[in-house]
């Protein structure tokens, strides 16, 4: 191993925010409670950082580093620029609202940090040691985040917090369990950990049509059962709505954002790049689950009165139309996936943003009911909300729109016809709980007159965070262009 083969140079970013998030820990340990407020600042200062140092040394090329375990390619870097982004956004929103009920702790931004760390490597993994590594980092920061509040208030509440807790905790681990078991199964079949060598091992097993394959086949079950867990895919999705119901708004928003990108850079890495020979056995796993999801998602969130409990659904849905993207098996599918999971990301960290500037000390605003006549209280934010609402509805002129747009266009494109006209089916039902929180705030009349009040950083984040929804509707080939100069 020479200092050449480590190339540390392109692994500079993470390396940088892991030694913050250790810097934030000890530095915490030392501040009073009244001066908590350097934590925040100081792992805002470090994602900005982090951000610079991704964006001054972008990949021209693929390039490996630490005898080719990371690599750092054209979909990496963009990844790891929108996971900063909204990682960001999520620690301006959740500052006022942990300081609301006294958790304003540093352990928070510590944990944050370090889950972000985690999707950066799972971003840059070329070896499934790495991507299991980084995978279980933030699944293990994630864990405790969730049963956060329960730990740190004197006096315990209610106990969703630990109940979400655990059945995360535990259905994760499951999740984890059949990932490593399918993974040994590669190791066993391929003798390497290595992707690339992994996806010879296929393309020759596949060729030969010997018992080996169906040892691949065989193991592939196990990988899409895991990942279809971690992204709350039908069947697996029994965690969703619990986790995002039990645990602190701040964290659920955490949870249901920036994770998503590097879910998709883990199904990214594992099924096309290193399985990708098997494209036509996967491609069947992936219709049940889109079409399950998508089903299970938009007629089960009718149903809810409880805000994150809806988005959850709303999230099972849209799980359902990156898995379209990507089952398509094509550049346009997989740009068009990424495009998805981008606008989407943005989207949900604007919903959970609005639900924390409704929120105040002893209450949460996580039910429907809480919004009502926020157009009387709040013409700007009830606008902000419209038009969150109808990008996940698929509405123009939001990037929502678009995003559904570009996934249907890659599935007719490989004459899955058929797909495309169930996920229409299920989107036009899904738009009927959309509006319903959009008729909720315009024609309803306000149950609670308190005026809305937050910090600048709030205000101007929320705003951004929305206008940026409309913005890119206008004009999507911004982002679209650069999704697809990922898979060019």
């Given at each position: 191993m ?7 140079a392109?692994a500079l970013?993470e390396?940088?925010l ?13 501040l ?6 350097f ?17 001054s ?10 005898n080719?375990?990371f ?12 996971i ?9 929103y959740?500052r006022?609202?942990?300081?609301a ?5 540093g352990?928070?931004y ?5 889950s972000?760390v ?10 499934l ?8 980092l933030?699944s293990?920061c994630?864990y405790a985040?969730v ?5 740190q208030?004197k006096?315990?509440?209610d106990?969703?917090?630990?109940e979400?807790?655990?059945?995360y ?17 590669l ?10 060598d ?12 010997n018992a080996?394959?169906i040892?691949?086949?065989f ?6 059962v ?7 895919a039908?069947?697996?999705h029994?965690?969703?709505p619990?986790?995002y ?13 920036a ?22 056995d996967w491609?069947?796993m992936?219709?049940?689950?889109a ?10 969130a009718i149903?809810?009165?409880n805000?994150k409990r ?6 099972i ?5 990156i ?17 998805y ?8 960290l604007?919903?959970?943003g609005?639900?924390?500037l409704?929120a ?6 996580d039910?429907?009911s809480d919004?009502?006549?926020?157009n009387?209280?709040?013409p700007?934010?009830?606008?902000m909300?419209?038009?969150l ?11 929502g ?10 599935v007719v494109?490989?004459d ?8 229409v089916?299920?989107?036009?039902i899904?738009?009927f709980?959309?509006?319903r929180?959009?008729k ?11 005026p809305l009040v ?8 929320l705003?951004?965070n929305?206008l ?5 509707g ?6 679209m262009?650069?999704?697809v100069?990922v898979?060019?």
């Open positions: 020479t200092l050449e083969s480590l190339n540390y392109i970013p390396i940088f892991v030694t913050m998030a250790c810097l934030v820990l000890v530095v915490d340990v030392y009073p409670a009244d001066k908590r407020n934590t925040y600042v100081l792992s805002q200062l470090s994602l900005i950082v982090t951000l610079a140092l991704v964006l040394n972008p990949a021209e090329s693929r390039v490996l580093a630490f080719d375990l690599v750092q390619d054209a979909m990496a870097d963009v990844l790891k620029l929108f900063l982004i909204i990682s960001f956004g999520v620690f301006v959740s006022e609202y942990l300081l009920r006294n958790i304003f702790k352990e928070f510590v944990l944050g940090l370090f972000i985690g999707m950066m490597l799972m971003v840059s993994a070329n070896n040691l790495m991507l299991y590594l980084g995978l279980e933030l293990l994630l985040l049963a956060f509040s329960d730990s208030q006096k315990r509440g106990g969703n917090a630990s979400a807790a655990m059945k905790f535990i259905l994760g681990a499951i999740a984890s369990g059949m990932l490593l078991y399918g993974m040994s199964i190791y066993g079949l391929s003798g390497s950990l290595m992707l690339s992994i996806a010879t091992a296929v393309a020759q097993s596949s060729t030969e049509g080996q394959n040892g691949m086949v193991a592939l079950v196990f990988i899409v895991a990942l279809a867990f971690k992204l709350g039908v069947p697996f029994m965690w969703v619990d986790v119901h039990g645990s602190p708004t701040a964290v659920t928003s955490l949870i249901g954002t994770p998503k990108l590097a879910g998709f850079a883990m199904i990214m890495r594992l099924m096309v790049e290193a399985l990708g020979g098997l494209q036509a491609q069947q992936l219709i049940v689950l079409v399950l999801s998508l089903a299970v998602g938009n007629v089960l149903a809810q009165t805000l809806m988005l959850a659904y709303s999230t849905s849209h799980v359902g139309f898995l379209l993207g990507i089952l398509a098996g094509t550049a346009d599918g997989y740009s068009s996936a990424m495009f999971t981008i606008s989407y990301a943005i989207m949900a604007g919903g959970f609005i639900i924390m409704l105040r000390e002893g209450f949460e605003a039910n429907i919004l009502k006549g926020l009387q209280r709040s700007w934010y009830a606008l909300m419209m038009i609402m109808l990008s996940m509805a698929g509405v123009p002129p939001t990037v729109f678009w995003a559904k747009l570009a996934v249907l266009s890659a494109d490989v899955l016809v058929w797909m495309a006209i169930i996920a089916f299920f989107s036009i899904g738009i709980y959309y509006l929180i959009i909720v705030m315009y024609f309803d009349e306000a149950e609670d007159t308190q937050c910090g600048r950083d709030m205000q101007i984040m705003s951004t929305s940026a929804i409309l913005a890119l206008f004009y999507p080939a911004a982002l262009s650069l999704c100069a898979f060019s």
